[in-house]
């Protein structure tokens, strides 16, 4: 499903942190977003992702316009078609990598039997099963954020939106997290968007999109 956003703008007090964004992103496809420091590369996710609504403009996913639904609508929107990874640790930490991976498929109420395999196959995959019964403060970062690509592709949405999903950690770990993210995201068919401000990580996309304050650079 393709992922639209038109004329899109949003003003905090007196910063107009999104003027008029434009972007679409294709069914399957891995788009990097960058973007100086405050050009509103964040606050373009949020919108997208329904956390933030728009001051004007219109999101659409598919054919169905998302950006005005009211707020239990676009709650259970991102629960079944969006995934996201965060910079630092968004995991639960009360909760094993095991359950914080399996969290969004219980909130789907998916069969328990088909979450459990589900999960752990995702852990297999990322090679943090050894680890899938620790919390997330008892392993590495990169651990963590492997857990958290996991977390993010178990439910097979839609769109990954991942802010910095490499921003906290070494070029090694970094590689091993993006290799994830891209590789089970293409395997499954959800499309990415990646905020980075680090060409080697935007060289994983297809397509890069640069921001400045607050619109999408021709
Ligand atoms: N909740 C908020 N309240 C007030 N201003 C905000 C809020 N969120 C963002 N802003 C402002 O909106 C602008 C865009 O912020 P945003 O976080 O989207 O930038 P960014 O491109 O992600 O920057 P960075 O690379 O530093 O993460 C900035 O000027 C920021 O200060
Ligand atoms: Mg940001």
Known sequence: MTLLAREVGIRFGATDALR???IEIGEGELVAVMGPSGSGKSTLLHVLAGILRPDRGEIRLGDRRIDNLADGAR???RLTSFGFVLQFGDLVPELSLREN???PLRLLKVRRSETRARAAALLRELEVEEFADRRPGE???GQAQRAAVARALVHRPAVV???EPTGALDSVAGELVLDAL???ARQQGSAVVMVTHEARVAAYADRT???RDGQVAA
Do not use: K, N
């Open 139 to 141: 392993v590495s970062g």
């Open 75 to 77: 709650s259970s929107l």
């Open 161 to 163: 939106f991942a802010d």
């Open 101 to 103: 991976v399996e969290l």
């Open 182 to 184: 891209t590789g089970l």
């Open 209 to 211: 999109v640069f921001l």
């Open 20 to 22: 008029g964004a434009d």
